[in-house]
């Protein structure tokens, strides 16, 4: 059974620039202090109610093609497909920040208190993300100690939804890795509940291997192209282990 890990509040709670910057408001912009009393307010109730959990199980490569297959919906071309061949090593994961977070947020909307509701969405989100970077870094040293000879492998998330995976790959994964086992339940839209919750598969491979492209049919109607960004750190996280 795939064990589950438990992370401190700290772990999942993400800081003000971070916040900041997933509303919209530039590094260099002025804060107005109401939004940054909503934030501070937003960290408060965060940190008070997260309940930040995860769970993650290695398969190999060949395993992984007849989940990422899914309903057979994914596009004609994806990143993925090019680069599963050069992959070391492949796991499944699932992170939540949890449903008492996301209850609140339902509340402070449904109570007429959007403004607080939208600081709390921001940061919970935020929050989840962070999640996935501690589930990915934790799995780089994981396999850095136990194979040296792969200590210059990167690891990168990628979910279903994102980069042609369609969002209907959600089913075989939730099949294969049992997220129910922290509360994380899949909807008949392929929704996950509590809605705060992120699961893909992370990918152990030379950082040259996830430097794609972004000329996909797909990319032209992707909003902010995170996918480089995350391609960046990668590089940047290389070259300062140097």
């Given amino acids: 059974m795939h064990p589950i890990t438990t992370f401190p509040s700290s772990t999942a709670t993400p800081d003000h620039r971070t916040v900041l910057n997933a509303q919209g408001i530039p590094d260099d912009a002025a804060v107005p202090k109401r939004v940054a009393s909503l934030i501070d307010e937003g960290l408060e109730i965060f940190t008070g109610l997260v309940e930040a959990t995860g769970l993650r199980a290695e398969i190999t490569v060949e395993e992984f ?16 497909e090019g680069i599963l061949p050069d992959a070391h090593r492949l796991a499944l994961f699932a992170v939540t920040v949890g449903e008492a977070v996301c209850g609140e947020i339902r509340r402070l909307f ?13 940061i919970a989100s935020a929050g989840a993300e ?3 970077d501690a589930m990915a870094h934790d799995y780089q040293e994981g396999i850095s100690q136990s ?15 994102y980069c042609g995976w369609h969002v209907s790959g959600q089913r075989k994964l939730f099949d294969v890795l049992d997220p129910q086992r922290i509360s994380i339940s899949l909807t008949d839209s392929c929704l996950m509940q509590p809605l705060k919750s992120v699961s893909g598969v992370l990918v152990a491979a030379d950082k040259e291997v996830h430097d794609f492209d972004v000329d996909f049919a797909f990319c032209t109607d992707c909003a902010d192209q ?10 940047l996280d290389s070259r300062g282990g140097q």
């Fill in 110 to 122: 449904g109570e007429g208190n959007p403004a607080l509701g939208y600081a709390l969405d921001t």
């Fill in 147 to 161: 194979e040296p000879t792969l200590s210059s492998v990167r690891v990168l998330p990628y979910s279903p939804g």
């Fill in 65 to 80: 093609g007849a989940i990422y297959d899914g309903d057979g919906r994914n596009a004609p071309r994806t990143p993925l």
């Fill in 226 to 235: 995170d996918c480089r960004e995350r391609i960046q750190t990668v590089f």
């Fill in 130 to 132: 962070k999640l996935v």
